[in-house]
């Protein structure tokens, strides 16, 4: 079982990761869509072909229970070596507003010294937005480095889905996170807020 790519799905409350989950494993009822969804606990799944785990995780910033939400999806990065951190955000009309997320949990990976190098990006909801493909990676690129990312709409097809997905894991060495007290502390309690702290303080010191 360790032998297929492992990925851990990462994100805000209502970013997408379930809609990923059921449009890969054809389950129902995990997405927001559903009137009583909102996932609680981390749940593996096998793609029926066999070809990949996919883990959905909680929201990392839900409002109740955060904790122990929390200490799911670090169940999660423990469950096996991980191929891909897939960071989930739910695309906005606004590019910033993505762009700050993204640049949230870079910063928590940095700060819990996880791989970065693990964190893949996917944009939610592309069916909801003006803007391309295209413009959001060049914002990802210029800002962060970031030069790939998954963009999916309502109706892309899980195999176009799906190869993308293996193909991001084809790229990365899966790795075992062992998230630790002080890196869960550090992945799921800091913010990019202190990375910008760290940011003008340098500029202080090194005008």
Known sequence: MASKPYVVLLGNVESGKSLITEKLVDVTGRSSAASTAMTKISEVYELHDGSMLICDTPGSNAMDNKFERNLHIAHAFDFLPVSCVLLVVKADIRQ?????????????????NLPQELLGVCITHMDKVAWTKGEMLAVLQSHLNIVSALFLSHDTPKEVLKKELLFECSKRTPTAVNVDDTKFQNLFYNSSSQLKEIECSKKVRNP
């Not at 910033?96 to 819990?112: G, H, I, P, S």
Request: charged letters at 30%.
């Open 96 to 112: 910033d507003t993505v762009l700050e997320t993204v640049k949230d949990y870079c910063a928590r990976f940095q700060f819990a």
